[in-house]
């Protein structure tokens, strides 16, 4: 919630939407419009790319921006960066977005919404920005065709036999790419 | 679910940590994911990383414009109170058995009630000890998270806490190991094949 006193290169590595974040949290709505503005068509991209419908995508969005609004107190910065704590939030509402769609749909299960909230925020001696940009830095280091294996993982329902078949590949190459691209991710980020 | 004193040894694949992470596993297959993270701080840890991944692939998309009214609606929205949205049931909730169908003697399934594909199943299957499980093969993806006391499948023991991803093509014939009873929470892909006349009629009566 708070600038740690006496860390000011901290303030060097602060993305603007962690200082809009902390100003939408004191319910300022020039922030929240300027937040709007910076996120919700990347928001939207986002969900598109998984296969929501344009208008689905931008009604989602307004969802997850109106989420962003009302949980902006709970956002903490040490814990993780503000792309990370609004990507949560996107794919929990797209979930329970899916959840009402299916018919078969009695109780729903809903995703932690911090995965390691018992993990003693000790070990974590980056802050939740840091993190983010050495994830994107170890994404970029990555051979092009273990990128695409990854970024696969993430928007497939079935990346194995979708990779096999988009790239024309036997599942075993493609089950061995996506181990060693992970590995490699792993080991760049086993600090985090 | 936290019953699990040992450490986890067997946890799903990266792929399917990330999937979970980005919301687009096979619902119902999301279930038994969470049921390992809960007793397993490894993977936590991990999909931690793979949410930092997650925001990675929503900062590189290229934006898609906002529709022309959509700041003035989310404006308005903020001002109007926030409706009372009954709480998402637990996760021990969900996985804890409503009604035990009870197949054979020391052997019960019970459905996990969990948004799945109609031609999916979800559910938790105990079996007492020494007593073997149907042959049976895979239509799809089986997931499996052992919840209590262990099972020996091929030359490999997994005890409670751990993890188990077969893909089609994969039959096997899991057995209880140890003198405990075995629970395990299943997700599978399509019904499941049992081989032998004995099989098929369990399987037919169980409804996997
Ligand atoms: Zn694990």
Not at chain 1, 23 to 44: G, M, N, Q, W, Y
Not at chain 2, 67 to 90: G, K, N, W, Y
Not at chain 2, 151 to 171: P, S, T
Request: with cysteine; charged share 25%.
């Amino acid at each position: 919630m708070f600038v740690s006193e006496g860390a000011p290169e901290r303030l060097s590595t602060e993305r603007p939407e962690t200082v809009l974040l902390r100003r939408i949290a004191l319910r300022d709505r020039a922030a929240f419009a300027e937040l709007f503005s910076l996120v919700a068509p990347k928001v939207k991209a986002y969900l598109i790319r998984l296969g929501t419908e344009a208008a689905g995508a931008e009604e989602l969005t307004q969802d997850v921006l109106l989420t962003v609004w009302r949980k902006a107190d709970q956002f903490d910065p040490a814990k993780a960066g503000p792309l990370t704590w609004i990507f949560v939030i996107a794919r929990n509402r797209r979930i329970d977005a899916l959840r009402r769609e299916r018919s078969t749909v009695t109780y729903g299960f809903e995703p932690p919404e911090q995965a390691d909230e018992d993990t003693p925020s000790a070990e974590a001696q980056l802050s939740g920005t840091e993190r983010e940009i050495r994830v994107r830095e170890a994404l970029k280091l990555l051979p092009p065709d273990q990128q695409e294996v990854v970024r696969r993982s993430f928007f497939d329902e079935q990346p194995h036999s979708e990779i096999a078949e988009a790239l024309n590949l036997p599942l075993g190459t493609v089950k061995s790419r996506l181990r060693l691209a992970f590995a490699k991710l792993r080991d760049r980020l086993e600090d985090l | 679910m936290t019953g699990a004193a040992v450490t986890p040894r067997h946890h799903p694949s990266e792929a399917t940590l990330a999937q979970y992470v980005a919301g687009t596993l096979r619902p119902g297959f999301d279930v038994v994911v969470a049921a390992h993270l809960s007793t397993c701080a490894h993977c936590r840890a991990e999909a931690a990383r793979l949410e930092a991944v997650g925001a990675a692939m929503l900062d590189e998309q290229a934006p898609v414009d906002m529709s022309a009214d959509a700041l003035d609606r989310a404006l308005a929205r903020i001002e109007t109170p926030e409706a009372e949205v009954p709480p998402a049931p637990t996760l021990a909730e969900v996985l804890t058995p409503r009604r035990r169908r009870w197949l054979a003697p020391g052997v019960w399934t019970a459905k996990v009630d969990t948004p799945r594909y109609a031609s999916d199943r979800v559910y938790l299957l105990g079996v007492g000890p020494g007593i073997s499980t149907a042959d049976h093969g895979h239509g799809g993806l089986e997931f499996t998270q052992v919840i209590s006391g262990a099972l020996q499948d091929g030359d490999i023991v997994y005890r409670a806490g751990d993890f188990i991803e077969h893909d089609a093509d994969h039959e096997h014939q899991p057995v209880v190991w140890g003198d405990e009873p075995c629970v395990c929470l299943f997700a599978t892909q399509g019904r499941l094949k049992p081989k032998g006349w004995l099989g098929r009629l369990v399987f037919a009566l169980a409804d996997v």
